[in-house]
């Protein structure tokens, strides 16, 4: 510059090992029997911590998918135009397992590992994450199926992505359409008809007010069969090779989640087989849903992720008024607070993934319908406040495009709302209190392991059940729904800590989140909270 020299500006932050870095992503995956998956996982975070993907991460996200409905002779094609970036993105994290390899090898931990490499992509890469997900999350469903999984277990287990649309393609991505205009929670109120053809084929006519990753190979759909509301298969292609009955009207114009497509569509007689029963299809796409919720939590926990290593590094090369601001103990304060909350929803989170495992028995399979709700709200809704904090942290440059963190901002809100928006979980833990009483008893049982090792958390789990065991009773009970759900979810948090995370950290968190300490904004941490040494793991 001839004016001046450029100083007291972070380098960035690229060439790291967002794995190794990440130390309670670390123990986490060791603790719940994963440690065998700790050399991919390195390979992973140097991967996605690295100039080149960092690159295509903002290339796709600054390029955003285009709508093609026609090619030049008018003939309909309904296509999707991806920047080259956002294929190699996807490509690698489906090459990497990040999609099913959960299923695809399963043994204890699968589930652990497979979360921590969904993670590390989606911490520097959002969009992509939603097709990876999607796809995770349909394998038990089509895996019940025995025709069906003829035809697309192979291909769902493949690493292998091809972005064209052919029939003989080795691999396969799914997504799901629920959500109609007049109605996305109540999926009740669907009007997408489907008239039967015989053996299990359908013909569907209607809409979807919101479709994802519209370039997947198959969803798994909703729709009004002569039997109620029931699932349906429905591939891009029909059997003979030509596309399907798919019209792509509009791509959404998004907040956030912007390197992912997500469409409107409509059905003119699309061909769709049967899943299950006619008349099940919330039974059966709920085992779909209750996978992408986890994903949920990991997406926004990657974020979290993402968002505090960012400010940490920020801070620790940017001085203000003579001193690193890392040093200022107002700045180390929001550091430690905004990694207490990682700490907590990262110990959380990698818990209920070892609970999806295929060695769950009946305790962990209902420890983790109750788990999987509460902390897909409470860490789904502390994600936007994060990001917020965290990009304060950079200051000005911290609003801008050119660093990750504003893009980050726009994305926590998205998956609040994805798969249950925040009251429409807070009511879901509702009902699994009043009809499922044994995923509270599991889940009670998971926070009681650490019963005696703190008095706040003693409290804390006394007034917690206490209010469980009135809310069948209690006639106002939706309206004190989240203020419920949040306590299950600090109790979980807080327990995990105790028994595992580095003393300073379960301590920091305790004090600061249970009974009187509680901050309303971050960076509030009481007296006696170590927040150098907390601030030390960001
Ligand atoms: C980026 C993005 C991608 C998406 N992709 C897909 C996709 O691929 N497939 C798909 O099917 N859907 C998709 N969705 C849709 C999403 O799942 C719905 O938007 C969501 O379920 C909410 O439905 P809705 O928009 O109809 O809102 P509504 O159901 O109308 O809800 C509006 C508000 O009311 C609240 N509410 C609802 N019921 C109650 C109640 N009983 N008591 C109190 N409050 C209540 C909700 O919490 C919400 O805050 C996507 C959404 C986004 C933002």
């Known amino acids: 510059m001839s004016t001046h020299q450029v100083t007291n500006q972070a380098p960035e932050r690229v060439g790291v090992d967002e794995y190794g870095t990440n130390t309670a992503l670390v123990e986490g995956v060791e603790r719940y029997d994963a440690a065998w998956a700790h050399p991919g996982l390195h390979e992973i975070g140097v991967r996605v911590g690295g100039e080149q993907f960092q690159e295509d991460a903002r290339r796709a996200n600054r390029n955003k998918p285009v709508l093609r409905t026609h090619d030049r002779w008018g003939h309909r094609i309904d296509e999707v135009d991806y920047d080259p970036s956002y294929h190699r993105v996807l490509g690698a994290a489906v090459a990497a397992g990040a999609h099913t390899s959960a299923f695809a090898a399963p043994r204890p931990g699968a589930n652990v590992a497979r979360a921590a490499s969904f993670m590390l992509f989606a911490q520097v890469e959002p ?48 997504g799901m359409a629920m959500t109609e205009k007049q109605g996305g929670s109540d999926v009740r109120s669907n009007t997408t008809v489907a008239a039967p053809l015989g053996g299990g084929r359908y013909a569907l006519t209607g ?24 699932c349906f298969l429905l591939p891009r292609l029909r059997e003979d090779g030509t596309r399907n009955e798919i019209r792509i009207m509009r791509l959404k114009d998004k907040l956030g989640n912007v390197s992912n497509a997500s469409s409107e569509v409509e059905y003119e007689g699309a061909v769709a087989h049967l899943v ?46 003579g001193r690193t601001l890392i040093d200022q103990p107002a700045m180390t304060a929001v550091i430690a607070d905004l990694q207490l909350e990682t700490e907590g929803a990262t110990a959380a989170a990698l818990r209920l993934a070892r609970a999806y495992d295929a060695d769950a028995d009946e305790q962990e399979t209902a420890f983790r319908r109750l788990g999987t709700a509460v902390m897909k709200y409470w860490v789904c809704k502390r994600g936007p406040a994060h990001a917020a904090e965290a990009l304060e942290c950079l200051g000005g440059n911290g609003i801008t495009e050119d660093f990750p963190l504003a893009q980050r901002y726009r994305e926590q809100p998205v ?45 804390h789990i006394a007034r917690t059940r206490d209010r469980v065991r009135r809310i069948t009773e209690d006639p106002a ?30 301590e920091g968190f305790l004090a600061a989140r249970l009974g009187e300490g509680m901050g309303r904004l971050f960076g509030e941490l009481p007296e006696g909270v170590e927040a150098a040494a907390i601030a030390a793991r960001a």
């Open 127 to 174: 969009g992509h994450a939603c097709p990876v997900s999607m796809t995770h999350s349909v394998v038990p469903v089509v895996a019940a199926q025995p025709e069906l999984a003829a035809q697309w277990m192979p291909r769902l287990l493949s690493t292998r992505y091809d972005s064209t649309l052919s029939a003989g393609k080795p691999g396969a991505l799914f």
């Open 207 to 230: 809409h979807k007010w919101f479709c994802s990753a519209p370039m997947s190979d198959a969803f798994l759909v909703l729709a009004q069969a002569p039997g109620g509301l029931s």
């Open 276 to 321: 299950g029963e006619e008349g099940r299809g919330v039974r059966t796409i709920i085992e779909m849903v209750t996978h992408t919720r986890l994903d949920c939590i990991l997406g926004s926990l990657a974020g979290m992720r993402q968002a505090t290593a960012e400010a940490a590094w920020h801070v620790r090369h940017r001085s203000a008024f």
């Open 415 to 459: 998956m609040a709302v994805w798969e249950g928006s925040g009251n429409v979980i807070a009511l879901d833990v509702l009902r699994a209190l009043a009809r499922e009483p044994q995923s509270f008893e599991a889940f009670d049982a998971e926070v009681a392991l650490a019963a005696g090792q703190d008095p706040r958390l003693d409290a």
């Open 477 to 506: 009970a939706e309206a004190r729904a989240r203020r419920l759900v949040a306590d299950l979810a600090l109790s979980l948090e807080a327990s995990l800590l105790i028994r595992t995370a580095p003393s300073v950290v379960a």
